[in-house]
C-alpha cells in the first residue's frame, strides 16, 4: 500500500480565475485546490487533462498568490507555505508530462527550501512533501524500491521522530522487505518505538507476529468449508501455498483468476485457502467462478477470521509458502510466486 502521497483532482469548474485572467488569488484560493476531486473522466486522455489543469491551476494560484503578497506584506505568514506549494505542484506536473529533469530541479528546489523553513513543523512538512513525490519512483526494481524507501523512511525518522508520519513512513518501508527479513525486523521495532496511534501500532505487531513466523514450523489445521477435515502435519514432503482472500475483494478476485490457472498447472503444488468474507454464499459464488476446490477456512468473521488473526494477516491476497518440512517460507509470494514455488519443489 503506497503511502502517504494521494493525488487530488477538481472538475474544471472550479478554476476559474484560470479562464478570467485574475491575476491576483488570495490565501483561500490557494487552500481551495487542496480540496478532493469529485468526478472524473474515465476516459485517460480526459482524466489526463483535468490532472494538468489542476497542477496548472495550484501553480497559477500560489504564483499569484506571492507575487501579490510579497508587495502588500514582504513577512506574510503564508509565504514559505505558497512556495512549498507551488514547487510541489510543478513537480507533480513535470512527472505527469514525463519530464525527469524538471521533476528533479524542483526535488532540488524543495531541498534549498527546507533549509529555509521558518520552523522544524514547516522544515518537516516539506521534507515529507518531497520524500512523498520521490516515493512515487523508488526505482526499476525490487531491490532498489527497498533500498530507497529505506533511506527516504530512515532519514525523516532521524530527522523528525516525534513526527507521526515517522513511523508510517517505516512501516510502509518494512513492508517492501519481506524478502530481507533481518531489515523487516528493524524497520518493524523503530517504527514500534515511534508510534503513537493504536491503530498503525496494532497494524506494526501484526507485521511482527507474521515475521516471527518466518522459517518455523506453522501449525495449521481446519475444517474445509466442505466438511473436509486439514492438518499441515499430515502434508509432509508437500510445498503448500497458503491463501489469505476474499471474495468482496476485487484486487484478490483478479489476482486469483492467475494465480488459479497457474496452480491447475503444478499438480505438486498444494494449495490451501483462507477466505475473510462475511457472506459464504459471496464466497461460493466466486469459487465455483474460479473453479477452486482447494480446502478452504471460513468463518464469516471477515477481518477477525481466526486464523488470519492468529497469524497477523492485515492485507490480502497475501500468498504464504510452506516448505516440504512443514517450514514458512515466504511471507508475501504474490507477486513472484512461480520461481519461489520451483525453489521450493526442487528441494528436498
Known sequence: ?????????????????????????DWSQVTDLDQPVTRLSP?????????KAHFEAQITANQSFLKESLKESPKDPHAYESSVRLTVAQAKLASLESNPPAVTEALEKLKALEKQAPDD???????????????????????????????????????????RRAPRL????????????????????????????????RRLQDDKKRLDQLEKPLALSFTAINGEKFDLTKEKGHVIALVFWSAESAPCLV?????????????????VTVSLDRERSDL???????????????????????????FGINTIPTLWLIDKKGCLRALNARDDYELKIKT???KN
Request: aromatic letters at 10%; charged letters at 20%.
Open 121 to 163: 513543523s514547516q522544515r518537516a512538512e516539506t521534507m515529507f512533501r518531497r520524500l512523498s513525490l520521490q516515493w512515487q519512483n523508488l526505482g526499476d526494481t525490487a531491490d532498489q524500491r527497498r533500498e530507497n524507501a529505506t533511506t527516504y523512511a530512515r532519514l525523516f525518522a532521524t530527522e523528525f521522530p516525534l513526527d
Open 43 to 51: 476516459d485517460p486522455r480526459k482524466a489526463k487533462l483535468a490532472m
Open 284 to 310: 461460493r459464488s466466486a469459487m465455483q467462478s474460479l473453479n477452486i476446490t482447494w480446502p478452504t477456512f471460513f468463518d464469516g468473521k471477515g477481518w477477525d477470521n481466526t486464523i488470519a488473526r492468529a
Open 1 to 25: 500500500m503506497m503511502i502517504p502521497f494521494r493525488i487530488t483532482l477538481l472538475p474544471l469548474v472550479v478554476f476559474p480565475f484560470l479562464n478570467l485572467g485574475i491575476l491576483h488569488a
Open 170 to 201: 517505516l512501516a510502509e518501508a518494512a513492508a517492501l522487505c519481506d524478502n530481507h527479513p533481518e531489515e523487516k525486523a528493524k524497520l518493524i521495532e523503530q517504527a514500534l518505538s515511534l508510534s503513537k496511534e493504536e491503530p498503525l501500532t
Open 255 to 271: 489476482w486469483m483468476q492467475y494465480f488459479s490457472r497457474y496452480a491447475v498447472e503444478v499438480p505438486a503444488l498444494k494449495v
Open 344 to 346: 521450493l519443489l526442487l
